[in-house]
């Protein structure tokens, strides 16, 4: 269980109202719920409740069991002394607990006035499962299409966001550019276990090849040091070479690195903002020559084009103020299907089958991951649907 969700109960009031009394069994009437505290010290703040008809204006701590309250130390706290309200899902103490100060907050027992669908996703946060599974079916398309929108949004400026990290200010704008994306391009051949010895790979590269000189693949190998330890290169020992499958050891990847990172000195930057973005990431590609053996297969170009040259096309887009060029790389980002990542939310498309239709798309990628697996309920627009229903 997650104690967040409780968080969003109180929050938008998604419970019984009427009749609500204290463990000591006072009446309770809410009067405003107060505020959500992303900081340290009680959940919510400036709070009003009538209590016995006493009105009180202070803070509410929330825990999944009142035994928390001195599991986390708050009797110790102070910045507790304010509270005035105790919510807990399950009172496990049977009496009040004790501030800083000596004084004993009203204990309010949530649970009888939450429904049994909400408790229900309660129970399916502490499992493997998606917390609302076998309650969507009540949700509307919308709402579904909706947070899909919002979360593939937010990955979008996820991947900006990172993007820009790479960017350097004191370079020429098409070098910065260029930069940024093999980047971003071998971070992307390093995963899963080598992101970052691919990336210190690239800064060696970069290092020996300024001036726009092609990078060689023996030179690349010998700067990594998988072959022998020689003066400049890497430490043999920072590369895993089994925690991956052989497509993509460093033995596959660096040469295709070693392509693209050619075919992108080679190309003329400056035509991006005249193209559509797929069009350019083909000429890159060089999708219409003989196959090299040594350029990424088509999975892997088309996870690179997505995930790397898109945001780096919409960054450049805002760089050379082309509203045009951001404009049609999000349209392409919004009608990805990306590789692999149906099998990665499968729990979607099985908690609800509306969601197979949108097996693969960014935004059922990162629902899953991002909201889904790491209990972000209270951020979800599907879980505000089904509470406030």
């Not at 907050?105 to 609302?132: D, N, V, W, Y």
């Amino acid at each position: 269980m997650h104690e967040r969700l409780l968080h969003t109960a109180w929050a938008d009031l998604a419970f019984t109202l009427s009749g609500l009394t204290t463990t000591a069994g006072d009446r309770l009437e809410i009067i405003d719920q107060g505020c959500l505290n992303t900081g340290s010290g009680p959940d919510f703040s400036l709070a009003c409740l009538r209590i016995g008809g006493i009105r009180l204006c202070g803070s509410v701590e929330i825990h999944l069991r009142a035994s928390d309250w001195y599991r986390h130390g708050h009797q110790k706290d102070p910045a507790y002394n304010n509270v005035i309200l105790h919510t807990v899902l399950e009172d496990d103490l049977g009496r009040g607990v004790e501030l800083q100060d000596g004084t004993h907050p009203p204990t309010f027992c949530i649970k009888p006035c939450l429904s049994p669908s909400f408790l229900r996703m309660l129970e399916m946060g502490s499992s493997r499962a998606i917390p609302c599974a076998g309650q969507i079916s009540y949700i509307s398309d919308e709402v579904i299409e909706k947070q899909l929108a919002s979360a593939g949004k937010e990955y979008f400026g996820e991947k900006t966001h990172k993007l820009l990290q790479y960017y350097d200010e004191h370079l020429t704008l098409t070098d910065a550019w260029r930069k940024m994306l093999l980047h971003a391009l071998f971070d992307i051949l390093g995963v899963p276990a080598n992101r970052q010895p691919m990336t210190e790979l690239l800064n060696r590269l970069m290092a020996r090849t300024s001036g726009g000189k092609a990078a060689g693949t023996g030179e690349a190998f010998r700067l990594s040091g998988l072959y022998g330890d020689t003066p400049g290169s890497m430490k043999k020992q920072v590369w895993d070479l089994k925690g991956c499958r052989p497509a993509s050891s460093p033995l596959a990847r660096i040469p295709q690195a070693v392509y693209l990172y050619n075919r992108i000195h080679e190309f003329d930057i400056r035509s991006v903002p005249a193209r559509d973005p797929a069009e350019s990431w083909n000429m890159i590609c060089d999708y219409g020559s003989n196959p090299d053996s040594a350029r990424p297969g088509a999975d892997t170009l088309k996870t690179c084009f997505y995930t790397a040259f898109l945001p780096s096309a919409y960054i450049l887009g805002n760089l050379v103020h082309s509203s045009r060029l951001q404009k049609s790389a999000y349209n392409h980002w919004e009608r990805a299907r990306l590789p692999f990542a149906g099998q990665i939310s499968r729990p979607l498309s099985e908690a609800d089958e509306r969601f197979a239709g949108h097996a693969g798309t960014p935004g059922s990628l990162y629902q899953f991951r991002n909201f889904c697996r790491q209990r972000r309920c209270d951020e979800c627009g599907i879980f505000s649907a089904l509470i406030s229903a």
